[in-house]
């Protein structure tokens, strides 16, 4: 079993490994990658708004920092903090020593840094190397550390967080559909970044989620600052009109009440494969008093009107799904988008990738073979522009940029 003990192992072994490219003069200059720092917010985005108050049956027995809740007890917040910490280490200092390795590898080959390999050919050349791997080994120990830290609190504490949920579940300004019997596509059961349960297997799927992404973010997401940043950066229709939003694949919700947030007047839908997922949505929603409706249903089978919404989006939802699904979800879109609405789903950039050198195709690979990322590599060879004309929108990929370093995929649907 991984306790913290292990991690400050892992951590104690890792740092003698990043401290041999320090030794010399010549090993600092070395050429490596950047430290990863691949989110950015914008500067100007607007207060937390006041929340509904003490909404009779919800908790929050340490109060709130925004529009983040804390966690119940200060060891689990500690816990959580110090996990972040390492995590942070593990981004940045071990990446850079990792990416200096991979270099030095490389170098020995008479191979280029700059070349573009392809993924086999990287995975051989590194999966092997001890300061490659205590990079992985002391990320992916975080991951299931933070995972475990909240799926233990949460089924601790089962009748307390279940109770919690039920007290609202019928409770506005907005609304909440659960539908137990839905039939769930096959790419439903991988529990993406390894998350127990994934997003359908687990009651706390949803509490699980807000923190542990949380902590993936490393504090830049805290305040819900990238959906904050993402929904203020989303373009609308030209005509300017934006009475119905919908949120495809929203998770927990932080995309579609930042969309609320943006436009307080417009009807705003939030829908998610999830029940666990949109439940925790709503609480968080009519604890915050936003008006946004939560559904459990599918982003490919949305049972709206057709024409019917303004803007569509999602949040990094598409790399998660199968291509089928991704074909479905597209032309489903379509159909739910009213002429001149638009579609623009967030994920990650497909017309400018990051360049595939050795160590980035092996760090593609770990995050899809040990983080459960299923779909990414498909999804970065799908052709989505392709399927987003093919549907019948009118694709611009110049701009505007909703998310900084994130893909532009900003569809109109013919007037």
């Avoid at 320090?22 to 490596?32: D, G, V």
């Avoid at 933070?146 to 009748?159: F, G, P, T, V, Y």
């Avoid at 807000?210 to 490393?218: K, M, R």
């Avoid at 998610?272 to 249903?297: C, I, K, S, T």
Wanted: hydrophobic residues 35%; proline residues 7%; aromatic residues 10%.
């Amino acid at each position: 079993m991984i306790n913290r003990r292990s991690v400050m192992g892992l951590f104690a072994g890792a740092a003698s490994l990043v401290a041999a490219p320090f030794a010399s003069r010549a090993a600092q200059q070395r050429t490596a990658p950047p430290a990863m720092g691949f989110f950015e917010t914008r500067d100007d985005l607007p207060p937390p708004p006041k929340t509904a108050g003490n909404v009779p049956g919800t908790l929050a027995p340490r109060g709130r920092n925004g529009r983040m809740e804390r966690l119940p007890e200060i060891d689990l917040e500690s816990r959580m903090d110090f996990l972040m910490s390492v995590r942070t280490f593990a981004n940045q200092t071990l990446s850079q020593a990792a990416g200096r390795r991979a270099n030095d590898i490389l170098a020995s080959k008479g191979i280029s840094p700059d070349t573009e390999l392809p993924m086999q050919e990287a995975i051989a050349l590194l999966q092997d190397d001890p300061v490659v791997s205590a990079r992985t080994r002391t990320w992916m120990s975080v991951q299931q550390l933070s995972w475990n830290n909240m799926k233990a609190e949460c089924e601790n504490n089962a009748d307390t967080y279940l109770s919690e949920m039920e007290a609202v579940d019928n409770r506005g300004p907005g609304t909440l559909e659960l539908n137990p019997d839905l039939e769930m596509p096959d790419y439903t059961r991988h529990e993406i970044h390894i998350q127990p349960g994934g997003y359908v297997g687990n009651d706390f799927a949803g509490h699980m989620y807000d923190y542990g992404t949380n902590g993936f973010y490393t504090g830049r997401n805290d305040q819900d600052a990238l959906h904050m940043t993402a929904a203020f950066g989303l373009p609308i229709p030209e005509d300017g009109k934006v009475k119905r939003i919908l949120d495809l694949g929203t998770g927990v919700g932080q995309l579609a009440m930042a969309l609320k947030e943006r436009f307080p007047d417009a009807e705003v839908w939030g829908i998610d494969v999830g029940g666990p997922m949109v439940r925790y949505g709503h609480l968080r929603a009519v604890e915050r008093g936003l008006d946004v409706n939560f559904a459990q249903r599918l982003a490919e089978d949305t049972r709206f009107p057709d024409n019917h919404f303004d803007l569509v989006t999602s949040y990094i939802m598409l790399h998660e799904v199968s291509p089928q699904g991704t074909k479905d979800i597209v032309n489903e879109a379509f159909r739910i988008t009213r002429p001149g609405g638009i579609f623009y789903p967030i994920d990650f950039n497909l017309k400018n990738p990051f360049p595939r050198t050795a160590y980035g195709q092996y760090r593609r690979w770990w995050d899809h073979r040990w983080n459960n990322e299923v779909w990414t590599i498909k999804y970065r060879t799908n052709g989505l522009q392709d399927l987003v004309r093919a549907a019948g929108f009118d694709l611009n990929e110049e701009g505007p940029v909703a998310l900084p370093r994130f893909g532009v995929m900003n569809a109109t649907k013919p007037a």
